[in-house]
């Protein structure tokens, strides 16, 4: 029997005390504290990624605005003296119609040939091919061209998308501009989100701080387990707002 006794007494003295309901509240605690500590560093970071993509979009879109705008004033300019140079051409057709009423063969050669220098410097093709004019007619063929083509005499600005075709870089210009922008207020509505899920973790961080100053155990867990609710609430909400644009973690080691 004393032996028995003395066994028993050996295996008690093993065994493990089982962990009380506050020490494994405390490891609870501890595990949290690390986790949302990591967590708060990554939503803070990619938070900052966020800012980082807005700041470049929105100096990318005024780039492109003060291009698109550049680029629309000077197709405004090119307009402009293609009108110049069409009411020029159509001011000595004019005359060739009227020299070929009267009979002034010399006053219609006279103004065709300025036809043909003013047709040869300021004349584009997209606007030669609207008016049926070719850069080899001789003075000759531009009195045949005024006298028998409908086109000679047709305004090529009447033709809207004529017209539109000068502001085509222009637009894309803006549009790109008016897209990058968008992007840039994505990014910026995302880094916001991200800062959220900051403070969440923050409040979250404070909740599990101040655990230990409550000595009854219930109130303990319950702010605990508030705290935990918070957490978890706050990174689901997390990976559901899109990582930065192009974010590849491996690139910020090299890889």
């Known amino acids: 029997m004393a032996n028995m006794e003395k066994t028993d007494n050996r295996v008690d003295q093993n065994e493990k005390p089982a962990r009380s309901k506050e020490d494994i509240l405390e490891i609870v ?3 949290f ?4 500590a990591l967590a708060t560093a990554w939503a803070s970071w990619i938070g900052s990624l966020h800012g980082g993509n807005m700041s470049t979009n929105y100096t990318r879109s005024n780039n492109l605005a003060a291009d698109g705008n550049a680029r629309w004033n000077e197709a405004s300019q090119s307009l402009m003296q293609d009108m110049q140079v069409w009411n020029q051409i159509s001011d000595y057709e004019v005359e060739i119609l009227y020299a070929n009423e009267t009979g002034d063969a010399d006053q219609a050669y006279e103004s065709a040939y300025k036809i043909m220098y003013i047709c040869a410097d300021n ?9 049926g004019y070719d850069f080899a007619f001789d003075a000759e063929d531009i009195i045949d061209w005024v006298l028998y083509s409908e086109e000679s005499t047709v305004s090529p600005f009447g033709n809207e998308d004529f017209v539109e075709s000068y502001y085509t870089d222009a637009r894309e210009f803006l549009a790109e501009s008016e897209e990058v922008l968008a992007e840039g207020q994505s990014d910026n509505t ?7 899920v900051t403070v969440i973790y923050s409040v979250v961080l404070f909740m599990l701080g101040i655990v230990g100053t409550f000595r009854r155990l219930p109130n303990r867990i319950f702010i605990t387990g508030v705290a935990i ?5 706050a990174t689901v909400y997390m990976f559901t707002i899109p990582l930065p ?4 973690f491996l690139s910020f080691f090299g890889g």
Not at 190 to 196: E, Q
């Open 29 to 31: 605690i501890a595990l």
């Open 33 to 36: 504290l690390g986790i949302t």
């Open 123 to 131: 004349l584009s093709e997209d606007m030669a091919g609207l008016i």
């Open 190 to 196: 995302k880094g916001d989100t991200f800062n959220l």
């Open 229 to 233: 609710a918070g957490f978890l609430f």
């Open 245 to 248: 644009t192009g974010f590849n």
